[in-house]
């Protein structure tokens, strides 16, 4: 793809400005009230690694405590009921408050207009409005469960999170209610900006991967988040009000609320896991130096796996009473995501196959993402076969496998698209040794942490117990000193990232060979992004010779 100027020299051709959106209007109240989507963009991602950081201490904890029989932190006792609020607190920040908005709500803010050829999101203002809510719901969220001491878990079961529980659930309910509107508005707008602002003689299939991750994306942040908003409130009323709609006590069905809850959030996972794909989708082309294999085959199988992801909810239930032939569909229908999923593995590991392969810290990423998605989409299948599950159910081979999907894919990914987009970002270049260093320590933290899970679970070890037998003990040490070289690994990232800050810009404007609209501004870019309006005259991914370029995708 070789975007050209309306007078016919390149974007890139442009000398680096002395000004750029990070140098210009540089008091506080501009950045409160900026409609830059690349400001914005940068206020999410320091806002959703903040919560990363809670987050992940939390786990560490987690780990800490369950590392031994005594339960003790620190050389402090803990107990079942702070354990199950450390727990609560840790599920609910990771889930809505880091993975979910992380990537949609930093990277894709940053690049999707630039990749594009535009210079903004299509409703500016409403950028700037969902990233406040999303803040609004983030402190409501942290403080109904650090003073309110919600212990429920991050799924809010029923009956306890409706009446037993004397924990601050409602306003912690409503905050998960607040944040959901700012996914809602985001992927509006990344709907409207993708219909409405493509650059000139870019077609729907001349678009990034990239782009039609984040479109199915947003297609599911519209349509599944306002039922988990309503049940939400459902949930909120019962408490405080006392009307039966989910607990037998009142004469409601706490099965009613598992089937809302799961209606949205195994959505939720693809919200979660798409944006990591379609970042895997730019890295791979990018570093083997080849034209993605299979290009509209990995448009489609995206948004495949978006309307796919709305009727597989029921094979979390197999064990909560559902007639057998419901089990059996929900079975079968959950095997379908297997085909869009294998379509982008092996699209992927084809475009590898004979590429001139560079080894950069973000290909790194990107061939971790390969290892560790591939263990958790193929442990997935004990969990959708019906024999298997029963046994697997509420054990640690779940929570390995959540991890997998979630924290091995999605945040692997994430970490590769911030190393791969830093320069762009910042206009700096980081550390490759310091970046692969970093690499190399989450992928043996993580495979450390989580392996020992998938035996524990195996052998009968449940989740969310804060007691275990002695057998399972060798299993949580070992695994507790795999999280600590993960905590190490993201320090590690940390330190590799800030130290570039420190150095003068120096990032050329397309560092890595890109063929996509963001490289051919300069780095960092712009207010504006574009002196003048770039124009598609070759397709994405394409890095044959201009004259040699044409279509076959």
């Known amino acids: 793809m070789e975007p050209v100027l309306t007078s016919g020299q390149h974007v890139g051709d ?3 400005p002395e000004k750029n959106y990070l140098n210009e209007n540089t008091r506080v109240w501009d950045w409160m009230t900026t409609v830059d989507h690349k400001r914005i963009g940068l206020m999410y991602l320091v806002g959703s690694l903040f919560f990363f950081l809670i987050g992940g201490m939390l786990a ?16 402090i006792a803990v107990d079942a009921e702070m354990y199950n609020r450390m727990f609560t607190l840790h599920g609910a920040i990771m889930v809505f408050l880091f993975i979910i908005p992380a990537i949609p709500g930093s990277l894709t803010n940053f690049v999707l207009p630039l990749m594009l050829g535009a210079k903004d999101v299509a409703f500016p203002k409403l950028n700037l409005a969902s990233f406040y809510v999303y803040v609004a719901g983030a402190i409501m969220a942290v403080s109904s469960i650090v003073i309110g001491a919600v ?19 409602a306003s912690m309910t409503m ?3 607040i944040l959901g509107f700012s996914s809602i ?6 709907i409207a900006t993708v ?20 479109y199915s994306t ?20 019962e408490k405080t009000f006392h009307i039966g709609i989910f607990d037998p006590k009142y004469g409601g069905d706490p099965v009613l609320f598992q089937h809302f809850f799961w209606f949205y959030s195994h959505p939720a996972v693809y919200i979660m896991i798409l944006p990591g794909m379609a970042i895997i989708s730019e890295l791979i082309p990018t570093f083997s130096k080849k034209t993605i294999f299979g290009y509209r085959a990995i448009a489609y199988s995206s948004v495949s796996l978006a309307l796919v992801s709305f009727i597989v909810w029921g094979h979390h239930m197999f064990v909560a009473g559902q007639s057998q032939l419901a089990n059996v569909v929900f079975s079968a229908l959950t095997f379908l995501v297997a085909i869009p999923s294998g379509v982008k593995v092996f699209n992927w590991l084809t475009t590898m196959y004979k590429g001139n392969i560079v080894l950069k810290t973000p290909m790194w990423f990107a061939i971790a993402f390969l290892i560790l998605f591939a263990i958790g989409g193929l442990t997935g299948i004990f969990l959708g076969t019906l024999s298997t599950n029963i046994h697997l159910t509420d054990t640690y081979f779940v929570v390995a496998h959540f991890h997998y999907v979630m924290m091995g894919s999605t945040v692997t990914a994430f970490l590769g698209g911030l190393y791969y987009w830093w320069p762009k970002m910042t206009g700096r270049m980081f550390s490759e040794k310091g970046g692969k260093i970093s690499c190399a320590l989450w992928f043996i933290g993580f495979n450390a942490t989580f392996i020992p899970q998938f035996i524990m679970g195996s052998q009968g070890m449940p989740r969310r117990y804060y007691n275990y037998l002695d057998q399972f003990q060798p299993f949580h040490a070992f695994s507790t000193v795999g999280s600590w070289i993960l905590g190490l690994s993201l320090f590690t990232v940390a330190g590799v990232l800030l130290a570039s800050l420190r150095k003068p810009a120096d990032a050329p404007d397309d560092p890595w060979g890109g063929t996509t609209l963001e490289w051919k501004t300069s780095s960092p870019p712009i207010t504006h992004n574009f002196h003048d309006q770039p124009v598609l005259e070759r397709e994405p991914y394409d890095y044959r010779p201009a004259g040699m370029a044409g279509k076959g995708h």
């Open 175 to 177: 905050a998960a209610f």
């Open 218 to 237: 947003a297609v599911i942040q519209i349509l599944a988040t306002p039922v988990l908003a309503i049940t939400l409130v459902l949930l909120a009323i």
């Open 195 to 214: 219909h409405k602002l493509r650059a000139p003689g870019m077609g729907w299939f001349d678009m990034p991967l990239f782009i039609w991750g984040m």
């Open 185 to 190: 508005l985001t992927g509006l707008n990344f």
């Open 151 to 169: 212990d429920t878990g991050w799924t809010f079961y029923t009956p306890y999170s409706s009446s037993s529980s004397q924990t601050a659930v």
């Open 60 to 75: 560490l904890m987690l780990r800490l405590v369950l590392m031994t029989p005594q339960h003790t932190m620190f050389g």
């Open 14 to 16: 442009h000398p680096r």
